[in-house]
C-alpha cells in the first residue's frame, strides 16, 4: 500500500517552503492594523478532531484572539486518512475551504484550519512523514497566511496472520497512546473499525474481523486522525507556532504582516576550494502586498563541506 494517505503528490522541502511563504492576495490594510484589530477577535475554527486543544492556547496567548471551534460539520465529508473518502483538490486546498466552511457556519470573517498529509521523509524517503498546514483567512483585511510544520510520523500498517503479530505491531507503534484502525483482509477492504483506544477493544475487533476474514488475516494501521494521534497532534502545534511567527513579522517597508520567506539561494562556498555549491548560501524575504524584498545572508555557516562540493567529490 502507498504511503501517501491524504496527498496525492509527495512534498519536498521545497516547495513547501514556497506554498508555505503566503499568501496575502488582496491585502488592503496595514499590519498594525491586521494585528492590533486580532485582540479580541474571534476566529472560527472548523474541526471535529479536537484540534482547538494544541492550536488556541498557541493563537490567543500570541496575538490575543480568541479561537472558537466550530462544530456541526462533518469534516471526514471533506476525505479520510482511511481512504474510505478521498479528499478532493490540493492539502492547502482542503485546508482553505475547511476553514471557508467553519467562517461560514460561525458567521465570521476570520477562519483557521487545519490539513494534514503522511508520506515518506523527503531526504532519504525511508521513514513515514508528516506535513501539517494551519491557514488562517482575513477576509476583512483580505489576507491569508499559512503555518507550517514537518517532521516524522506516526503512521504504520500491518497485515497481521494472528493476534500475536496484532500485539507486536500495536506495541511498536505506541498503542494505545496512538489509535488504531482495523480491518479484515486488506486494506481495501470497506469494513472497517476506527478509533481503537484499548486493548480490550483491540481483541474484541480483531475477533470481529478475523471472523470476516476468509484469508484469516487482518489489516492494522495507526489512526492518523488527528485526536488519535499524538506525534501528529503535536505537529500541529508547531505549524500554530509557526503561524504565530509569520503573522507577527512584518514588512519594514509597508508594515504588513507575513512578511517571510519566498526563495532560498543556492551557492554556499565549499571551505576546499571556493567553488559555489548546492547548499544554502541565502534566503529571500518578501511582502507580496508591497514587494519589498529583503536578502538575509546565512549567518550559522560561511563554507560548505567539501562533501557536498561538486569539484572537490564529483
Ligand atoms: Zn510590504
Ligand atoms: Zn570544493
Keep these: 500500500m502507498g504511503m501517501v494517505a491524504d496527498e496525492s503528490v509527495i512534498l519536498t522541502t521545497?516547495?513547501?517552503a514556497t506554498v508555505a511563504s503566503f499568501c496575502?492576495?488582496?491585502s488592503m490594510v496595514s499590519a498594525d492594523h491586521c494585528l492590533t484589530q486580532l485582540a479580541d477577535q474571534c476566529i472560527a475554527l472548523l474541526t471535529q478532531h479536537g484540534k482547538e486543544r494544541v492550536i488556541a492556547p498557541v493563537l490567543d496567548a500570541a496575538l490575543g484572539c480568541r479561537v472558537e471551534r466550530v462544530?456541526?460539520?462533518?469534516?471526514?465529508?471533506?476525505g479520510t486518512f482511511t481512504r474510505d473518502i478521498p479528499r478532493?483538490?490540493?492539502q492547502i486546498e482542503a485546508a482553505r475551504r475547511k476553514a471557508r466552511i467553519g467562517m461560514e457556519l460561525a458567521g465570521l470573517s476570520l477562519g483557521l484550519a487545519s490539513e494534514g498529509s503522511f508520506g515518506p521523509d523527503?531526504?532519504?524517503g525511508m521513514f513515514p512523514w508528516n506535513v501539517e498546514f494551519l491557514i488562517f483567512i482575513d477576509d476583512l483585511r483580505e489576507i491569508e497566511v499559512v503555518g507550517v510544520a514537518e517532521g516524522k510520523a506516526a503512521s504504520a500498517y500491518h497485515l497481521a496472520e494472528d493476534w500475536t503479530a496484532v500485539e507486536v505491531f500495536a506495541r511498536k507503534v505506541g498503542f494505545p497512546g496512538h489509535y488504531l484502525v482495523l480491518r479484515p483482509e486488506g486494506e481495501g477492504d470497506p469494513r472497517i473499525r476506527k478509533g481503537i483506544t484499548a486493548w480490550s477493544e483491540l481483541e474484541a475487533a480483531y475477533a470481529w474481523a478475523v471472523m470476516q476474514s476468509t484469508n484469516g488475516r487482518v489489516f492494522l494501521e495507526v489512526d492518523h486522525r488527528a485526536h488519535a494521534n499524538p506525534t501528529r497532534m503535536d505537529n500541529i502545534r508547531l505549524a500554530a507556532e509557526d503561524l504565530v511567527r509569520k503573522l507577527l513579522?512584518?514588512?519594514?517597508?509597508c508594515g504588513a504582516p507575513g512578511f517571510w520567506i519566498i526563495e532560498r539561494v543556492a551557492g554556499l562556498p565549499c571551505g576546499d576550494c571556493g567553488a559555489p555549491t548546492r547548499e544554502i548560501r541565502a534566503e529571500i524575504h518578501g511582502c507580496i502586498k508591497c514587494g519589498h524584498r529583503v536578502t538575509r545572508e546565512r549567518t550559522d555557516r560561511q563554507y560548505a563541506d567539501p562533501g557536498r562540493c561538486a569539484y572537490c567529490n564529483p
Design 88 to 90: 478532493a483538490g490540493t
Design 249 to 253: 513579522s512584518q514588512c519594514s517597508a
Design 71 to 78: 462544530a456541526g460539520y462533518d469534516t471526514d465529508l471533506l
Design 122 to 124: 523527503p531526504f532519504a
Design 14 to 16: 521545497d516547495v513547501i
Design 24 to 26: 496575502w492576495e488582496r
